[in-house]
């Protein structure tokens, strides 16, 4: 990094500065009656509405039950792609013939919006988690899958082959030489997937869902609450943000010789 | 994608589309999967007939199709122009990151359905709260990508540059820019992989046009074989604009590596 | 149950996508009482009086799980998939549509003629006096609800096309939206909305007798996934009985049924009240009158509905084809209602 980012301190009080302007502004544009309250909360409302929900629950439901839903779907259906687009996308990586095999349908599946086959998962895997885990699934598999296959793309040749002759066997190779080199690549696959997962969940839980942040915003479209709908969006940003946070300390963990190399 | 696969791989590619083919037709002539669950051959090939003769609705597909990439490029067009300068920005001067990333940050894994109201209450029912959905979904990504892009920029020959006595506005134009460059480009592919992927969402509000729309009222009566067909087009397109876009890339990446 | 095992498997091992293991198998519970699950609309209606006040739990000693849908079309797609054994509210244009279909879905009851409920509401500042004033403006409704259906029934009856007027696909939610930005001239939907735009500027454009009179009826009703009605019988007769009960108590007590509803609905007991009002809610013995449902042997008009309805979806081509009259009286059982009364 050729500049250091502003210092810690400085950093975050002028953030704190910014997002508080951003409160201000939104205060003075529904406190101006320009927008109709119904459709436009004030921050002090969508705050007495989080009183009110942290105290009630929404509907029967209470916060940490939806955040928790929304999370654990979240979180399944992108670990599951995990298990399975690492490999995945390793032999691809690897092997020519399993690139040549599989790799039309990883590139089909890429850019499909998620949304778009969301009712044919309803048909085949029923109105439960089981659809909404297969749709995040569907949604991070492809991504993590790309970025191991490009990953192992990017080992030098040599290294490989001097693994070999050393007489290293092929899981060893991959183990020590490839996963290492490809790990990068692959967290940077990770995080995007992550934030595509994250962002297909409310519409996983757009249809047949009893809870999640994302059916109580839908839901409170539905009756027009436009406090905790701002709510939910505020709420599922800082999920969003925290995950991602999440995902970087991991990476800065395991890939901490990234650079070095 | 890499160097031209060697010939000799052909037949695993066409191997595999074989068998889904084969379990495809078994499956549905069977009478094994209803037709709801898993349209057969027949009922795809009759559906796309009818809908590229007669149109969805009052409007030819191709007039759907059309709608939809208007839509695409203009959401990603603007999302990622504005969102790569703001990145150069913030990767440039450290204030303006402070000042920005809080609501990028935010804004990057938010759910673009949860806003969908707020969009319809602040923009209407045209094509601009569609397209303000696109453009907010490219802007992070491509923000993000711009500024670790100059981030990286080499610190030696920064350093030399400014030694030589460039002005702030050279070295940016003649180091930091190039040295981004590939990062930005990364970043616009991303951004459109994510655009259009948000397509349906976009199109849900207030709709009439579009592919997206048209798979979401065919899948309101459990039409699945419009469904299908639908899903196979807006696949087949995007893996041609991903394809667009690298083509393009490669070009530019070419011409900046001069 | 192990039908839908084998054919998810199937179809799984079809697609190869390794999506398999996600596959929820519906596994029957070993106990003697499974639970029903029920697809059900958020609305101010006595169906919502049967899951506040547990009346169905009560009655069956079953686990009842309640699951929040927001349109018929919905809950189709739920009763296809089996995550839904009943539809409590399903309008009769998505109904319609699932039965031409070869859908496994029988209707077992009606809740209510929607009659005047729906309507069509238009910008008193707007001039709109006559349907031809419609040309040339925006009118908004949620795409294949019965609303739609009665919107392109008007249009189509007074010659106009939805080249003349533009025909928009919104949700309630979007349709208020919309309106108080004043991008819409109209709108053709149902409470609560309706009665946001009433209070904002939006007076009754009546459609709805001259459109009943030529067969654009509409009415919400109860279905049953097939399956489910076969194996278990006497849970659907169970809902019945205590939509019954429901009923009466909104008939003998309307102020206190209002209050439950309104808590369910999270709105004002006034509100509740007044909505409740709009629909003719249609009690359980009027239902097996030849108007209606009919009885064994004898199909009542409804079945003739359902059959109108369908004809002019695959109009519309929103559906491939509609069955022959014989196709909506088979998809009727009356038996169910017939037990609850007896």
């Given at each position: 990094m050729h500049k250091t980012p502003l210092a810690g301190p400085v950093a975050c009080l002028l953030s704190a500065c910014s997002v508080a302007a951003a409160l201000a502004t939104w205060q003075a544009l529904a406190a101006s009656g320009a927008v109709a309250p119904e459709l436009l909360a004030s921050p002090a409302q969508v705050l007495s509405a989080l009183a009110e929900i942290l105290r009630e629950g929404y509907r029967g439901t209470t916060l940490a039950h939806n955040a928790a839903a929304t999370i654990g779907r979240c979180l399944t259906g992108f670990g599951l792609a995990v298990i399975l687009g690492v490999p995945l996308g390793l032999l691809m990586g690897l092997q020519p013939r399993a690139a040549a095999a599989l790799g039309d349908i990883v590139q089909f599946l890429r850019p499909l919006p998620p949304l778009s086959y969301m009712i044919l998962l309803i048909l085949w895997f029923g109105t439960g988690d089981g659809s909404k885990v297969a749709l995040l699934f569907l949604t991070a598999l492809p991504i993590i899958a790309s970025a191991a296959m490009a990953g192992v793309r990017l080992v030098p040749r040599p290294r490989i082959l001097a693994a070999r002759s050393l007489g290293a066997g092929f899981w060893q190779v991959v183990w020590h030489v490839v996963l290492p080199s490809a790990l990068p690549s692959i967290f940077t696959g990770l995080r995007i997937a992550l934030a595509a997962a994250f962002s297909t969940v409310v519409a996983a839980e757009l249809l047949a869902a009893t809870d999640g942040l994302g059916w109580m915003v839908l839901s409170a479209s539905r009756f027009l609450r436009s406090d905790v709908i701002l709510l939910g969006i505020l709420i599922l940003g800082v999920v969003g943000m925290a995950l991602s946070r999440a995902l970087l300390l991991i990476e800065r963990r395991v890939v901490h010789w990234h650079g070095r190399a | 994608m890499a160097a031209p696969e060697p010939p000799h791989l052909w037949p695993w590619r066409v191997g595999t589309i074989a068998v889904l083919a084969v379990a495809w037709v078994a499956a549905t002539g069977s009478g094994l999967v209803p037709a709801v669950f898993l349209p057969s051959p027949a009922d795809l090939w009759d559906s796309g007939v009818d809908l590229v003769t007669e149109g969805y609705k009052d409007r030819p597909l191709l007039d759907h199709i059309g709608f939809s990439l208007l839509r695409v490029f203009a959401g990603f067009g603007a999302g990622a122009l504005l969102g790569t300068a703001l990145g150069l920005l913030m990767g440039w001067r450290g204030w303006i990151d402070a000042l920005f990333a809080p609501f990028i940050e935010f804004l990057r894994p938010l759910p673009q359905l949860a806003y969908l109201l707020l969009l319809i209450i602040w923009?209407?029912?045209?094509?601009a709260p569609k397209i303000c959905l696109l453009f907010l979904a490219a802007l992070p990504v491509a923000a993000v990508a711009a500024r670790d892009g100059v981030r990286r920029a080499d610190l030696t020959r920064l350093a030399a540059a400014r030694t030589l006595g460039a002005s702030e506005w050279q070295v940016f134009r003649h180091v930091v820019l190039p040295s981004a460059l590939p990062d930005i480009l990364i970043g616009a592919r991303l951004a459109l992989g994510i655009v259009y992927g948000t397509l349906i969402a976009a199109e849900i509000i207030a709709g009439s046009t579009g592919l997206g729309w048209m798979i979401v009222d065919a899948g309101r009566f459990l039409r699945s074989d419009r469904v299908f067909v639908g899903v196979l087009i807006i696949g087949l397109m995007g893996v041609a604009l991903d394809r667009l876009l690298v083509l393009a890339e490669h070009r530019i990446v070419h011409w900046a590596g001069r | 149950m192990t039908h839908t095992i084998s054919r998810r498997g199937a179809l799984g091992g079809a697609l190869g996508l390794g999506t398999l293991v996600l596959g929820r198998p519906h596994v029957a519970r070993a106990a003697v009482k499974p639970p029903i699950n029920i697809g059900y609309f958020?609305?101010?209606?006595?169906t919502n009086i049967v899951k506040a006040q547990g009346l169905l739990e009560k009655a069956t000693g079953q686990t009842v799980t309640w699951t929040e849908y927001g349109s018929g079309a919905e809950i189709n797609a739920a009763i296809v998939a089996g995550g839904a054994d009943i539809g409590f509210g399903s309008g009769s244009s998505p109904v319609a549509a699932a039965i031409s279909q070869g859908l496994p879905v029988w209707l077992v009851g009606l809740v209510d003629n929607i009659g005047p409920a729906e309507e069509l509401t238009v910008r008193s500042s707007a001039h709109i006096h006559s349907v031809a004033d419609l040309k040339g403006r925006k009118v908004a409704t949620p795409f294949g609800s019965t609303s739609h259906f009665r919107l392109l029934g008007l249009l189509k009856q007074n010659g106009l096309t939805q080249k003349d007027v533009t025909v928009i696909d919104l949700r309630g939610d979007a349709i208020v939206a919309a309106w108080s930005r004043g991008d819409i001239d109209g709108a053709y939907i149902w409470a609560p909305a309706k009665s946001k735009l009433l209070a904002d500027g939006g007076s009754v454009f009546k459609t709805w007798d001259k459109l009943d009179a030529v067969g654009y009826v509409i009415a919400d009703t109860i279905v049953a996934r097939a399956g489910f009605a076969e194996q278990q019988p006497l849970a659907v007769t169970a809902l019945l009985k205590v939509y019954g009960q429901a009923l009466d108590f909104y008939r003998t007590q309307p102020d206190e049924a209002a209050k439950v509803v309104a808590k369910a609905a999270g709105v004002s007991p006034d509100v509740a009240a007044a909505d409740l009002k709009e629909y003719d809610f249609i009690s359980l013995a009027d239902q097996l009158k030849p108007d209606w449902l009919g009885s064994q042997g004898k199909p009542g008009k409804f079945a003739e509905v359902l059959h109108h309805t369908a004809e002019f979806l695959v109009e519309q081509k929103s559906i491939k084809s509609a069955g022959p009259l014989a196709t909506y009286q088979k998809a009727i059982h009356t038996e169910f209602l017939r037990q609850a009364l007896a």
């Open positions: - | 923009l209407g029912i045209g094509e | 958020v609305e101010t209606k006595p």
